[in-house]
């Protein structure tokens, strides 16, 4: 295992932000240090918090994420904002013949990663890449995008690392249409961030999830925006009656599409 940091340590790195639990109960997703240190706060518990909030439904999730990239047959997987990097452990069994690299800005979450065997682990922004152009076959991201600071600029980012042909995949919370959506804003809003409270003692991190999913473009307007982006053949799959959407593009291959979704 290498765990990497391609920056140097200042007042407002991960290291840092362990030393505070104290998070403000709403912020924009527009505030980087927030957001980091928002994850710094929660990474120990992070895994069960997932788990539970989700009622087993992340293992699904991952999986058929990672069913779709195995389709692709990579060589190498960047997977971005990896957290405690349970979508590079999935991808590693799926695709066992690909080199899976990790990447997150928040540096105790890699921690977390770490100690479950997560391989190639490197502490990074997501705006910012360490990475040469046209570097990897496949890039993944899950529930990281909407807290970038510049979506665009994100996508914009994953592309440049991505070979021409290379695949996109998002996996991120969207809001499910009529008859749910009414029972799910109010688990959203006011269950959810109770029960997290117990379980990482940081409710207002999930008041600030809550507010972050009403405001993530989803659907067509994701894939408008990753079109926008330089992306082409973009789609978006809706799990879960809608609680999750998949969304996939490709790097300059137009009028391609990926493996239908499994």
Partial sequence: MTLQSKRSPSPNSPDKAQSSNSIPSTQPHSDRDFVQK??????KRYDLANHLL??????WWRKNLASVVAGLRPQTVLDLATGSGDIALTLAKYCPDAKIYAA???????????AKGVQ???????????????????????????NMTSRSRGLR?????????????????????????GIYRFY???????????V?????????????????????????KMMACGF??????????????????????????????N
């Fill in 38 to 43: 928002l994850f710094a706060s929660i990474a």
């Fill in 54 to 59: 989700s009622g087993g439904m992340d293992f």
């Fill in 104 to 114: 997150d800005f928040c540096h105790p979450m890699l921690l977390q990663a770490a």
């Fill in 120 to 146: 190639d682990l490197t502490t990074a922004d997501g705006l910012n890449l360490p990475f040469a152009d046209e570097t990897f076959d496949v890039v993944t991201i899950a529930f990281g995008l909407r």
């Fill in 157 to 181: 980012e994953m592309r440049r690392v991505l070979k021409p042909g290379g695949h996109l995949l998002v996996l991120d919370f969207s809001i499910p249409g009529p008859p749910f959506n």
């Fill in 188 to 198: 959203l809003h006011n269950i959810l961030p109770w029960i997290a409270g117990i």
């Fill in 200 to 224: 990482t003692r940081e409710k207002s991190a999930y008041c600030y999830l809550g507010e972050s999913i009403e405001t993530f473009p989803q659907g067509e307007r994701m894939r408008e």
């Fill in 232 to 261: 082409s053949s973009a789609t978006a799959t809706p799990l879960t009656l809608g609680i999750v959407t998949l969304y996939t593009a490709a790097r300059d291959l137009p009028g391609s599409g990926l493996p239908p979704f």
